[in-house]
């Protein structure tokens, strides 16, 4: 696959690439699930299971149990390792100066990606959602690879049989306005549809990031599958890594996935308890 001129259409094999990538996803329920799990982090349990409230209980009165052990258990989990870099047999001064060197430049590439910060947003991540995608990318101004901790939600991947990614798509919606000002050099094709008449103010447009062995690219499949920016990276491999949650199975799921219901089980018979109580106090 080779990398398109920004401004021009993405490649039919990238596109189809990320559609099988999706709808993959979506046979084994993987969105579904990790948009439930969403609602009842954020407390939305009347989205959820809607035929459980009403307008006298319009959302939960007990606490939210799954938010809380997952902020506890990601807490537990998000400080990083000791780095330990090891060079030669480690008998010589030579060899120990030579590992102490590597210590300080793995230390600074955590230091320039603000690793410590990510992991305390990214150790909740992979616990809700069971995966969380690690991204390598050239810093070209600092001279430094930079990682990036993804959001889970939006991405899609594919694995080799060593478990290594040898694809990866995120998307995400983003505001017209605010990526016009990003890229101005297309922002009469990101504000305006085709008849050139713009879109309403507070419309928001899809934009899908692509990896794979050779290329990184961003484009907008709403806009004609738009190239608005990507380059070819050169490394000769994905530079994305999954860390999957241990299972019987490489489908990714949820440290919570299966006590979502007794939290909204339980949510219901507070609600019916209190009803009860008001009935019996008023008879």
């Known amino acids: 696959m080779t990398l398109p001129m920004t401004g021009l259409n993405a490649p039919k094999d990238m596109t189809a690439a990320v559609k099988r990538m999706r709808q993959n996803a979506m046979k ?29 209980f319009p959302t939960a009165i007990v606490a939210n149990f799954v938010d809380q052990a997952a902020r506890d258990m990601a807490a537990s989990l998000s400080p990083l390792p000791s780095l330990r870099c090891s060079a030669g047999r480690m008998t010589t001064d030579a060899d120990k100066r030579r590992a102490e060197r590597k210590n300080r430049i793995g230390y600074d590439y955590w230091l320039h ?12 991540q992979y616990l809700t959602y069971g995966f969380l995608p690690f991204w390598v990318e050239a810093d070209y101004e600092a001279k430094l690879p930079r990682i990036h901790v993804e959001d889970p939600v939006g991405a899609y991947y594919e694995l080799n049989r060593d478990l290594e990614c040898v694809r990866y798509a995120r998307e995400w919606y983003q505001d017209i306005y605010e990526l016009a ?3 101005p050099e297309y922002a009469n094709r990101i504000l305006n549809n085709q008849y050139g008449r713009p879109y309403e103010s507070g419309s928001k447009v899809k934009v899908i990031r692509y990896i794979d062995d050779k290329t990184v690219t961003m484009y907008l499949p709403e806009r004609e599958g738009l190239v608005i920016a990507g380059y070819q990276h050169g490394l000769g491999f994905c530079p994305v890594h999954i860390a999957l949650r241990p299972g019987v199975e490489l489908d990714p799921r949820g440290q919570f996935d299966d006590v979502l219901w007794v939290q909204l089980a339980h949510t219901v018979m507070a609600a019916l308890t209190l009803e009860a109580g008001h009935k019996a106090v008023q008879a």
Do not use: C, H, I
Request: avoid cysteine; charged fraction near 30%.
């Open 113 to 124: 990606s603000r690793l410590q910060t990510q992991m305390k947003y990214g150790a909740d």
């Open 181 to 183: 000002a990003q890229f």
């Open 28 to 56: 084994r329920g993987r969105d579904a699930a990790m948009a439930r799990v969403l609602l009842v982090r954020r407390g939305e349990f009347a989205l959820v299971w809607p035929d459980k409230f009403n307008d006298e």
